[in-house]
């Protein structure tokens, strides 16, 4: 996809900070990170979202999302490890390639990930009877 940053990525058009590549996968530095070592983990075909992404492409990215976070951990020795993804505008996708964000953590350092809040009376069951009925077609 000429359009897409990371499909430029991947052809080397445009530089990044290299993590990890291998057929299927690369992995390389966020430019504007939580944490210093802010890794995102892509398949290098192009896939809009998690919606999207074929199968095998996915569990490949699985496995290098670990292989990053323990390198993460190991080289920076970073508290804590977060891994997020976001799917579409609403959730906060900027980039319509899908990637995996692997962010080192430390004790103190202020970012929030998100804040819950409870169910009110029966609307825990109501949602997830709706979401058993579509599983389980
Ligand atoms: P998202 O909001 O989940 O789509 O995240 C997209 C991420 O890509 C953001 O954290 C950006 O900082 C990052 N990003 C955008 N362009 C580049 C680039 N050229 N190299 C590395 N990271 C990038
Ligand atoms: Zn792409």
Redesign the pocket.
Known sequence: MESC?FCQ?VKGA?P?AKLYEDDAVLS?????PINPG?A?VIPKNHYPTILDVDDEDLKKVAVVTKLIAKALRDALFCDGINVL??NFEAA????HHF?I?VIPRFEGDGFKVWSGKPYKEGAMKEVQEKILAVIKK
């Open positions: 940053i990525i445009i990044s390389f530095l966020d430019i504007n802010h995102l993804q976001n906060g996708q900027l980039i990637h964000h």
